[in-house]
């Protein structure tokens, strides 16, 4: 079924940033609410209190066992940014105390603002940042990583699918090389799951950070998968009632986690036919674009890529200008979290590209309603802008 969105000609292709919930995550959810359901507090002890925690323990070991993690490992958040931020900053505390001089921690310029965020503030206590460095596609080569730990590096952070080009790091190569080391690596798999097969427990990663909305669950819930053995400790960021073994008090919104956990089954069970779905329409969308545009090049990998992001910058056009004539589409332009500030991609100048190309940048992503109606009237908008705009522009003319 097609979503409706307030203008019936709207077409949505920015599901990275955040996908609709499915009838059955929502029905999930529903029961949970009202009278009849689970709405009772988890933490009290009487019959519905007792009711709604085995249900958010029932999630956990369903979830755990799509992750390939133990119940015990799971700790419930708000979304991928806490989880990022109880990682690295819980376990720099936990590890090095506050004020480290010395430790260190290696992170790419390509990791989302809730990575990089977190490793300034530990910059500010006096860990020292190393930047990872990445290829053309954004990919973190095996062996610079390997050249990067050393002695004092405590910590590394790694992204699994990244969120504006879809590139697929190595990460059971890197969790391997950094348990060598020993150098606790976290992972971001906000843009991961329901996009490739992961397991935490095969890939040895001692911590991975997960966000609902992403794979079709509801905002404000997420997950931090936190290693039992060997054993990784986190000092908690929020102090309170004590929940999830006193790392992230809170009173547990049983309606959240059920959909989370929906979401995921159904995005896992469907995992093999929606990345055909996607192969398909990302192919047909960037011929559609290529045929049609000289100079668009293509933000992303060859072949550790996800289906679901199809990233292109646009030679001869000023990104604003594309922005405001593509009001039918609802498309990223650098990720959306950062779209407030209208600064180029960082990501994608990280890769090379240059202001100009990086700000006229498109990041399509696509969702299980994505179809080939909603591609071709996309590339349809994008040819009939970039082809309007470099005909009004000086400069496209002096390119051509
Ligand atoms: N990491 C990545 C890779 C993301 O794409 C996002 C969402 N844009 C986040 C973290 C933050 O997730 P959340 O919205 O759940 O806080």
Not at 331 to 339: D, F, I, L, R
Request: net charge negative; proline share 4%; with cysteine.
């Amino acid at each position: 079924m097609r979503p409706v969105y307030l203008r019936a000609e709207m077409i949505y292709l920015d599901y990275a940033a955040s996908a609709p919930l499915r009838e059955e995550v929502i029905e999930a959810m529903t029961r949970c609410l009202g009278v009849d359901g689970h709405f009772a507090n988890p933490s009290s002890d009487h019959g519905p209190g007792r009711a709604s925690a085995l249900l958010v323990e029932q999630a956990r070991e369903r979830f755990a066992a799509l992750i390939g993690a133990k119940p015990q490992e799971i700790i419930w958040t708000s979304g991928a940014t806490e989880a990022n931020n109880l990682a690295l900053l819980g376990a720099a505390e936990f590890y090095a105390g506050t004020g480290a001089d010395g430790q260190r921690i290696a992170v790419a310029k390509t990791e989302h603002k809730s990575v990089l965020d977190p490793c300034r503030q530990l910059a500010l206590r006096g860990w020292k940042l190393d930047w990872l460095p990445t290829d053309a596609q954004g990919l973190i080569e095996t062996e610079s990583f390997a050249g990067l730990l050393g002695e004092q590096t405590a910590l590394a952070s790694c992204m699994l699918v990244n969120n504006e080009t879809g590139v697929i790091q190595d990460i059971p190569a890197l969790a391997e090389l950094a348990a060598e080391r020993q150098v606790l690596l976290h992972v971001d798999a906000a843009q991961a799951l329901g996009k490739l097969d992961l397991h935490c427990q095969r890939w040895n990663v001692p911590m991975m950070s997960f966000s609902a909305h992403k794979f079709g669950g509801p905002k404000g819930i997420g997950a931090l998968y936190l290693r039992q053995r060997p054993p990784v400790k986190v000092r908690p960021l929020m102090f309170g009632g004590g929940q999830e073994r006193g790392l992230r008090s809170g009173t547990l919104a049983v309606h959240q986690i059920v959909g989370l956990v929906r979401a995921a089954e159904l995005a896992v069970a469907e995992l093999e036919r929606n990345l055909g779905h996607w192969q398909q329409l990302r192919q047909r969308l960037w011929r559609s674009l290529q045929d049609a545009l000289p100079q668009c090049l293509l933000n992303g990998a060859d072949e550790r890529q996800s289906p679901h992001v199809l990233n292109v910058s646009f030679a001869g056009v000023d990104g604003e200008a594309l922005r405001a004539d593509l009001d039918g589409l609802a498309v990223s332009s650098g990720s959306a979290c950062t779209s407030e500030h209208a600064e180029p991609s960082y990501v994608l100048r990280a890769l090379g590209r240059d202001d100009a190309l990086a700000d006229a940048s498109l990041r399509f992503s696509f969702g299980v309603q994505s179809t080939v109606e909603d591609i071709d009237g996309a590339a349809q908008q994008v040819i009939h802008s970039v082809r309007r705009l470099r005909a009004l522009s000086p400069l496209w003319e002096d390119a051509a």
